[in-house]
């Protein structure tokens, strides 16, 4: 399990056993110690980069559990080909790169397999790493799920685009690499990801503004409280016939 501030236990070890590197350990200074007999600093490499390669395949797949599996066999391929890394690119581009490739493969065969588009998953959220009240929980959920809804609509190669350069910002030059695409493309597909977004958006808040500002049963609970503290009134002194 990672800390609090990203690494893993294995991660704060390796930083401890060599204060040199205890503010920097780089990609290329993990590579050489898993090159030289220490495989299980792969660990590292794998929580460092997680997230964007999780995104990377999950804008091609649009499915979670796909995404994920797609992560492992990338992480497999990657190291089975770490001595091939010259450093030509970053490390995070190389590995990018792969899982990219790795998700396109599976499309391809998927389409081979099943032409026909297969039922919608429902779509796993990501948990908020700030406190919220329960209003403001659901609301974040809503518009979170709008927006990957959104996302998850737009064709293929806008799809991709937009999540390495507007989710995980990568430069326009570094998805241009991951993407083997010039990166003028990258700047017009964006462009036109954007403009799509913003008609899918305004249209799904359209549907649902009339539910905005809605006054959940928490909040409904909190006011009567406090208006009954301020009065002096018990709450539970409500006539039963009326509860």
Known sequence: MADSNGRSPLE?????????????????AVIARIVNGEPCCFEILMRRHNRRVFRATRAILKRDDEAEDVMQEAYVRAYEHLGEFRGEASFATWLTRIAIHEAFARKRRERRFDPLDSAPHPQTLMPLESPRNPEQAVNDQQLRAVLERAIDSLPDDFRA?????????????ETAQCLDIPEDTVK????????????????????????????????????????????????????????
């Open 161 to 173: 685009v937009f999540v390495l350069r507007a989710v995980e910002q990568m430069s326009g030059a």
């Open 12 to 28: 704060n070890d390796i930083q401890l056993s060599n204060s040199s590197e205890s503010l920097g350990l780089s990609d290329q």
């Open 188 to 243: 017009t597909r964006l462009h036109r990801a954007r403009l799509r977004l913003q008609e899918l958006i305004v249209h799904a808040l359209d549907a649902h503004s009339t539910r905005a500002f809605e006054f959940h049963l928490t909040r409904c609970d909190r006011v009567v409280k406090g208006v009954f503290q301020r009065l002096g009134v018990p709450s539970e002194t409500m006539p039963r016939e009326l509860s």
